[in-house]
């Protein structure tokens, strides 16, 4: 007769690549029973949708006096064309010009499979494995008489596509894409909020599921594998399930060394998952058994400091002044200064979308005005070296009349997930 495994052992089995027999990894599967896919009424984003951003791309492309942009496989050709896509040494690239159709570059034998995501009305070119593939981009600014304004490169395109379409039209200039890109991006629609909204309740589901789950002589890792596994059946795609115990929650992505929950030990997690392209970002931090006066001191100045961020967030104010209001409030209650420790060390939060991380972010010295339609994360933590560590993110978008939580944050470390 068997011995009957311990929940943490199954969990870690749980946890294992596929290295073990399929009823024995079957066997070891945490009960996620009680759990169903709560994404059911998710919208994809349309075809309605991408025409109003290449719109919205060809205006903006106008303003700045740009002819076309130049986009590398990545969130932002997904945003504007559909096609998803992995880099390689391989060029494949979508250029949106500043009128008529865009157009998709990519290798001959390549061409069936770009198809098969291709969202938007596009001119396909291809090019042999003995061809340059920027001169065939070369080739379609000429045939748009386009080679006479500036060339929108965007932010993250690799140096070879930039100095390959310098090297295959001289005379053209190269400038920045971040007024069209980011002009785009950052402003979410109401589709793409929805969107965001469905997978931050996936993250708090898994959370109500995964907290009261959590026992003594856990792994950080061993808890990351039961978040991701209820994110997965409640419908998402797990980005990242980080849980950090004890010291290493000290360290805002935690530390190589292997914590076990004890009582007094403080667990910080920082999870994420997608929905149809959309992303969360949420983060909970709780002590397992009793809290020390310092624990609960820590917790509730950052739950104070995400309401200060939150206060501070209004239309048209610097991105960087929600940061200043943080610390300014942290520096009062002795922590810093500045990004001093022990205080927080990390910005209080990043701009959000199809990316985790996205332009721009909430650190001192943005300029950038808040406006509708931006998404941020706010995660003003403190963290004590040699310690522990207290983070609690929820992200908020912009409205006429202010932020609006996806998810609201937690009031009491007794009610940690909220």
Same mark, same amino acid.
């Given at each position: 007769?068997?011995?009957?495994?311990?929940?943490?052992?199954?969990?870690?089995?749980?946890?294992?690549?596929?290295?073990?027999?399929?009823?024995?990894?079957?066997?070891?599967?945490?009960?996620?029973?009680? &759990?169903? $896919?709560?994404?059911?009424?998710?919208? #994809?984003? *349309?075809? /309605? @949708?991408? !025409? +109003?951003?290449? %719109?919205?791309?060809?205006?903006?492309?106008?303003?700045?006096?740009?002819?076309?942009?130049?986009?590398?496989?990545?969130?932002?050709?997904?945003?504007?064309?559909?096609?998803?896509?992995?880099?390689?040494?391989?060029?494949?690239?979508?250029?949106?010009?500043?009128?008529?159709?865009?157009?998709?570059?990519?290798?001959?034998?390549?061409?069936?499979?770009?198809?098969?995501?291709?969202?938007?009305?596009?001119?396909?070119?291809?090019?042999?494995?003995?061809?340059?593939?920027?001169?065939?981009?070369?080739?379609? &600014?000429? $045939?748009?008489?386009?080679?006479?304004? #500036?060339? *929108?490169? /965007? @932010?993250? !395109? +690799?140096?070879? %596509?930039?100095?390959?379409?310098?090297?295959?039209?001289?005379?053209?200039?190269?400038?920045?894409?971040?007024?069209?890109?980011?002009?785009?991006?950052?402003?979410?629609?109401?589709?793409?909020?929805?969107?965001?909204?469905?997978?931050?309740?996936?993250?708090?589901?898994?959370?109500?599921?995964?907290?009261?789950?959590?026992?003594?002589?856990?792994?950080?890792?061993?808890?990351?594998?039961?978040?991701?596994?209820?994110?997965?059946?409640?419908?998402?795609?797990?980005?990242?399930?980080?849980?950090?115990?004890?010291?290493?929650?000290?360290?805002?992505?935690?530390?190589?060394?292997?914590?076990?929950?004890?009582?007094?030990?403080?667990?910080?997690?920082?999870?994420?998952?997608?929905?149809?392209?959309?992303?969360?970002?949420?983060?909970?931090?709780?002590?397992?058994?009793?809290?020390?006066?310092?624990?609960?001191?820590?917790?509730?100045?950052?739950?104070?400091?995400?309401?200060?961020?939150?206060?501070?967030?209004?239309?048209?104010?610097?991105?960087?002044?929600?940061?200043?209001?943080?610390?300014?409030?942290?520096?009062?209650?002795?922590?810093?200064?500045?990004?001093?420790?022990?205080?927080?060390?990390?910005?209080?939060?990043?701009?959000?979308?199809?990316?985790?991380?996205?332009?721009?972010?909430?650190?001192?010295?943005?300029?950038?005005?808040?406006?509708?339609?931006?998404?941020?994360?706010?995660?003003?933590?403190?963290?004590?070296?040699?310690?522990?560590?207290?983070?609690?993110?929820?992200?908020?978008?912009?409205?006429?009349?202010?932020?609006?939580?996806?998810?609201?944050?937690?009031?009491?470390?007794?009610?940690?997930?909220?």
């Amino acid at each position: 007769m068997q011995t009957p495994l311990s929940r943490r052992a199954l969990i870690a089995a749980a946890a294992l690549p596929l290295l073990v027999r399929p009823g024995l990894l079957r066997a070891a599967e945490p009960d996620l029973s009680g &759990l169903h $896919d709560i994404t059911g009424g998710a919208v #994809p984003i *349309g075809p /309605e @949708e991408r !025409a +109003r951003r290449l %719109a919205r791309a060809q205006a903006l492309m106008k303003a700045s006096g740009i002819g076309a942009i130049l986009i590398e496989p990545g969130s932002s050709m997904v945003y504007f064309t559909g096609v998803h896509w992995g880099r390689s040494e391989r060029l494949t690239a979508a250029i949106l010009p500043v009128a008529g159709e865009p157009c998709i570059v990519t290798p001959f034998f390549e061409e069936p499979s770009v198809r098969e995501t291709l969202a938007v009305p596009a001119e396909v070119r291809v090019w042999q494995e003995d061809q340059n593939p920027l001169a065939v981009v070369a080739a379609f &600014l000429r $045939d748009r008489k386009l080679t006479g304004r #500036p060339v *929108g490169i /965007e @932010e993250t !395109a +690799r140096f070879f %596509a930039f100095d390959g379409l310098r090297k295959a039209l001289p005379a053209i200039r190269l400038v920045s894409a971040n007024p069209v890109v980011r002009g785009c991006r950052m402003i979410k629609t109401p589709a793409e909020i929805a969107l965001m909204q469905v997978a931050t309740d996936v993250t708090i589901a898994a959370y109500r599921w995964v907290h009261p789950r959590v026992e003594a002589g856990m792994t950080g890792a061993e808890i990351g594998a039961l978040m991701s596994a209820a994110t997965r059946k409640l419908g998402g795609s797990p980005e990242f399930s980080m849980a950090l115990v004890g010291e290493a929650s000290a360290y805002p992505h935690g530390s190589k060394q292997v914590h076990r929950v004890a009582d007094g030990q403080v667990v910080l997690m920082d999870c994420g998952c997608t929905i149809q392209g959309y992303q969360s970002d949420v983060s909970r931090t709780w002590v397992h058994g009793s809290a020390s006066a310092e624990q609960r001191k820590v917790w509730d100045t950052v739950a104070r400091g995400q309401q200060v961020a939150r206060g501070a967030a209004r239309i048209g104010a610097p991105a960087g002044s929600i940061d200043d209001a943080v610390r300014r409030f942290y520096e009062s209650e002795g922590y810093g200064p500045g990004y001093r420790l022990p205080g927080l060390s990390h910005r209080t939060g990043h701009g959000i979308g199809m990316d985790g991380h996205e332009p721009v972010n909430l650190v001192r010295g943005e300029a950038t005005p808040l406006a509708p339609g931006m998404c941020f994360s706010n995660e003003p933590g403190i963290y004590l070296p040699g310690k522990f560590g207290i983070r609690i993110e929820d992200c908020f978008h912009m409205t006429d009349s202010g932020p609006v939580w996806f998810s609201t944050p937690p009031k009491a470390i007794e009610a940690p997930i909220g």
